[in-house]
């Protein structure tokens, strides 16, 4: 046994560094009381100790800790994504000016986010039902405190009770199905699962067949809610409406990336072509047309977001419906389930990680400039505060995946990997949702640059320097990417190994 | 390698609009001038390369024969297992078709620089995005590879959205979004077969799937497995009538043509000059290039439908010029109708009306920007374009009325202007495929004349009210020179067009040659019309 956990801990190190970040970040910030930014420093070192480690992680899939947890090249590229997006979040909140309004407090929030990309990183590599939850859990239970955190805000204690509510319900959803397969395999290592189904070793009543249905549609509806794919959307926009804007953008990004690591592993791991070779009541799930259910959901999604975001008027509600179309978008690449989709998926990650992250940067400077999200004060924007206006231009113009940026190339292989394996109407719906997108991204460019400020005002808004420094920095890939994303593609493709029992 | 002459062509705005970028705000005379001297090197490479030009090698499907060829490595991932490889060449060439697109390009950027000059609200970002509409432009008709073709084509829009929506008139902003809708729903077709293109077509050299257009052109050796693959094939058919709305949309063809009266109408001058002169072309381009070769037998299969669409844009596009009372309106319909030739005689098939169409396409972008340089004329004194405001211009405005005349005649298509004889090319070429609709399409010279010369008259003929006796003055010499050129081109091509026909003929045979072999006769759709 302490074999085992010898071998294991050697490929856990960034998972552990992320742990004792956090317990560390606690420690110092019950030490110092005042020291608020110092408390982020420590954070922002501790998840860059765990990423200088990830390239380290072996080339080859690994199972650790018993089979509860892998590590694998798929769930590295992820790691990855989640960190950086956690490093990029903290050193924005030491900018933002809502956290500074909630003083005393601040240390606790950078604390929660090293517990919260902790949690995520543990959802990349879960194997196991149990290990899924608890990371889950981990992350959920901290994203409602962080999403509540300013306290004085009305809207933010409405966003982190619903986030609750909702969450807690999503979980509990999502724990029943875990139970069924547990009762109807015995096991709740997802390898376990494949292998019970395959060989009829599992529970085989007349009912069984119905239960694992039932089974699955409760985790695709779990693992919905924290995607927030239609119909489980509901909580999306109000909570990242009422969070503070750091939050949103971490919860955006990070978490969407770390739930659909842990849902294309479930899928792809238990239950995905190895039924082909079921015997028994399990035969018949072939017959179950997966990819066509989970395009339905993409298309539900996508579509929903889109044209519920034209109505917006609050650029942080309109994001979080964007987030939405755009959870809509990746699904796609999940529903083809190839390799292809997978590396497609990974490819978007990263582009949607600077035309996110840049767009709710630009939202939030924004705001604690003129103390509104509101689409209507952007107006005039274009001669007032020209750089910051060019970033959230092209940050959007991203977003709708117009060349030449690099959203462009992400939906490029999306829709190439859906129309690779055939799925032609879904390509078609995915494009033209793409044009429908561009009506509201474009709506911001029409207040910012078509019209007026209302009082005629044209008097400079002023930046300071890192600010137009930042937005320059996260311009920079979303055009570079466009024309050099070689190293990202291959990258990707490289990262599609998922730890597979018998491989 | 030689020196990259379409690569530099190309590019040369974006350095224009890096240097403008650089420039303070208030040097407004260092702004011009940097887009007059881009502009204005630009025609003179287009020039150099038009000389440069050999004019009997084909091109289109030939690869060894296309010109100033520049092919490099872009994108290129190694295999992988399960995928195979990923290769995108930066490919730029030209042909007989592309040459003249290039040509007419520098020119009409070059000349909306001059007409641009009346812009005095932001006049850097005017000029900045105007740079980066040149830019695309040009790549869009140098591209040989879909991927960057593509790229340029999309490249264009938001420059144009913001031209027009922020330098436009009162409805500017109903008027930018719609063309952006508009050019971006087709595209997004475009970029479907564009992918599936991509997943059929394997380059023999090296193995990989490849967006080269050149190796699209040849299904028997290059597709041999995947969605395109099998010619006659319901995809293919799918794909070929997406890529017509994707096309259809920027020509504007009969029904896609809403969003160009609006566009056109709040543009600033020198932005309906480009969109006209050069825009719409792209339509008619792709659909040569593209559409054409690449799915030669949908071409032959919908050819009489692709004729009907042309003899609609034609008697509609007339029949609501009548009907217009403001300047530029007129105009966006008449060019809605003479872009209907364009469609006529690529639907012919054969060389003449090919020729016609091409030649078309270049003496519409002459003509049609002289037409609206010539509204923008009288709308910088007057702030308003309605017909029938106006009347007794001639005695006033003496020039501007020889101008105008010049291109009111060659839009109608007189002899001895270069709108004749693109339109006779045309007819000669339709008739010989269908006399049925070419009968019919003549209507719309008729229709032509009457808008044309009833719009002369309204202006230019009878008395001038007394609230124009003061403002309206004759052209100033920076009108003239931008003017002139294009009355000397139209006059010079009406009376000898060989220099621009020869240019374009034996692509052109060779494209219809190629088309009309890879098509083994078949039923054609609405055969018997």
């Known amino acids: ?503 | 390698m030689n020196f990259p002459f379409l690569s530099v062509i190309t590019f040369l705005p974006i350095l224009g609009m890096v240097i403008v970028l650089l420039l303070n705000k208030e040097r407004t005379k260092a702004i011009q001038t940097t887009a007059v001297v881009v502009t204005g090197l630009q025609v003179l490479l287009a020039v150099v390369i038009a000389l440069g030009f050999n004019a009997s090698l084909p091109g289109i499907n030939n690869e060894a024969t296309m010109q100033f060829t520049e092919r490099l490595p872009w994108i290129s991932i190694p295999q992988t297992p399960w995928f195979g490889e990923i290769r995108i060449d930066y490919f730029m060439a030209i042909d007989g078709l592309s040459m003249p697109m290039v040509v007419l390009t520098a020119l009409i950027s070059f000349l909306a620089v001059f007409a641009s000059f009346s812009v005095n609200k932001s006049i850097k970002g005017y000029f900045v995005m105007f740079l980066l509409l040149d830019a695309g432009m040009m790549g869009v008709f140098c591209a040989i590879d879909m991927f960057l073709f593509y790229i340029f084509w999309e490249v264009m829009l938001l420059p144009m959205y913001f031209l027009i929506g922020i330098w436009g008139g009162p409805r500017r902003e109903y008027a930018a979004i719609k063309f952006f809708i508009y050019t971006l729903a087709g595209s997004v077709l475009l970029l479907l077969v564009m992918i599936g293109l991509y997943f059929t077509t394997v380059d023999p050299a090296t193995g990989a799937h490849t967006f080269n257009m050149i190796s699209m052109m040849h299904p028997a050796e290059n597709m041999k497995e995947g969605l395109f693959a099998t010619l006659h094939s319901t995809p293919r058919m799918l794909a070929y009538i997406a890529l017509f709305i994707a096309f259809a949309i920027k020509v504007p063809v009969f029904p896609f043509h809403t969003w160009l009266p609006d566009a056109h109408v709040e543009a600033p001058t020198a932005i309906s000059v480009i969109l006209a002169g050069v825009l719409l072309k792209m339509g008619t381009y792709g659909m040569l290039r593209i559409s054409f070769p690449i799915f030669p037998e949908f071409a032959v299969y919908f050819q009489i439908p692709l004729m009907i669409f042309g003899f609609v844009n034609i008697v509609y596009g007339a029949l609501c010029a009548m009907a217009q009372t403001d300047f530029k309106k007129l105009i966006a319909y008449s060019s809605i109708s003479h872009m209907g030739y364009v469609i006529l005689g690529m639907a012919a098939l054969n060389v003449q009306g090919m020729t016609g169409a091409v030649m078309q396409m270049f003496n519409h972008g002459t003509i049609t920007a002289m037409l609206f340089l010539l509204v923008g004329v009288i709308y910088d004194r007057a702030h308003t374009r309605g017909l029938n405001e106006f009347g007794g211009l001639y005695n006033k405005m003496p020039l501007y009325s020889f101008f105008t005349v010049i291109a009111f005649f060659a839009a109608i298509g007189l002899p001895g202007l270069s709108g004749f004889v693109s339109e006779a090319f045309v007819f000669l070429g339709a008739f010989q495929a269908n006399p049925f609709w070419t009968v019919l399409s003549t209507l719309g010279i008729v229709l032509g004349a009457g808008y044309m010369l009833w719009t002369f008259q309204r202006v230019f003929m009878g008395t001038l009210p007394e609230k124009w006796e003061a403002v309206m003055s004759d052209v100033s010499p920076r009108e003239i020179f931008t003017l002139a050129p294009l009355a000397i081109i139209i006059l010079f091509l009406g009376v000898y067009p060989s220099p621009a026909l020869n240019m374009m003929t034996t692509s052109l045979d060779h494209l219809v040659r190629f088309v009309k072999a890879s098509a083994p006769a078949g039923q054609a759709f609405l055969g018997g019309f």
């Open chain 1, 1 to 503: 046994m302490p074999d085992i956990i010898f071998q294991s801990t050697k490929h856990f190190w960034p998972e552990i560094t992320l742990a004792l970040t956090f317990i560390a970040a606690m420690i110092f910030e019950f030490a110092t009381k005042k020291r608020t930014t110092g408390t982020g420093i420590l954070v922002l070192l501790g998840l860059a100790a765990a990423l200088v480690q990830l390239p380290s992680a072996p080339s080859e899939p690994v199972s650790i800790f018993g089979g509860m947890y892998a590590i694998d090249p798929f769930s590295t590229f992820f790691k990855y994504v989640i960190i950086v997006t956690g490093m990029v979040v903290v050193l924005f909140s030491f900018q933002s000016q809502e956290l500074k309004k909630e003083s005393g407090h601040t240390g606790e929030y950078y604390c929660f986010i090293a517990a919260v990309t902790f949690g995520m990183v543990l959802m990349t590599g879960s194997s196991n039902l149990v290990m899924i939850y608890l990371s889950i859990e981990l992350v959920s239970i901290t994203s409602y405190i962080l999403a509540g955190f300013s306290k004085s805000l009305r809207r933010s204690s409405e966003a982190a009770l619903k986030y609750v509510i909702f969450g807690a319900l999503s979980s509990g959803i999502m724990l029943y199905g875990m139970s069924l397969i547990f009762g109807l395999t015995g096991t709740l290592d997802l390898s376990g699962i494949r292998t019970a189904l395959a060989s009829g070793h599992a529970v085989t009543t007349g009912w069984s067949f119905a239960a694992l249905m039932a089974a699955i549609v409760l985790m695709l509806a779990g693992f919905g809610y924290k995607v927030s794919v239609v119909p489980f959307h509901f909580w999306t926009p109000d909570v990242y409406e009422g969070a503070p804007i750091t939050i949103t953008a971490f919860l955006a990004v990070a978490s969407k990336a770390a739930v659909f690591a842990v849902m294309i592993r479930f899928f792809y791991v238990a239950f995905f072509d190895n039924m082909l070779a079921s015997t028994g009541v399990y035969s018949s799930f072939r017959n179950v047309d997966w990819s066509m259910i989970l395009a339905v959901l993409s298309v539900l999604t996508m579509t929903l977001g889109n044209f519920v975001a034209i109505w917006q008027d609050n650029l942080k509600r309109m994001l979080a419906y964007s987030s939405i179309a755009h959870a809509g978008y990746m699904l796609m690449g999940v529903v083809v389930m190839s390799n292809f989709g997978l590396s497609a998926i990974m490819l978007y990650f990263v582009m949607y990680f600077f035309m996110n992250l840049g767009a709710f940067y630009v939202v939030m400077v924004i705001a604690d400039k003129i103390g509104s999200e509101n689409i209507d004060d952007y107006r005039g924007f274009g001669k007032r505060a020209p750089i910051i206006s060019v970033g959230l231009s092209i940050f959007l113009i991203s977003l709708t995946g117009l060349p030449p940026t690099a959203g462009f190339v992400g939906k490029l292989f999306l829709f190439s990997s859906v129309m690779a394996s055939q799925f032609i109407w879904l390509a078609i719906v995915g494009v033209l949702n793409s044009v429908v997108s561009l009506y509201y991204y474009a709506r911001v460019l029409k207040n910012m640059y078509l019209r007026e400020a209302p009082d005629g005002d044209e008097s400079p808004i002023v930046f300071s320097k890192v600010t137009s420094a930042v937005v320059i920095l996260f311009i920079i890939p979303n055009i570079l990417l466009c024309f050099f994303y070689q190293p990202v593609l291959t990258f990707a493709q490289r990262s599609i190994a998922i730890l597979l029992p018998g491989l």
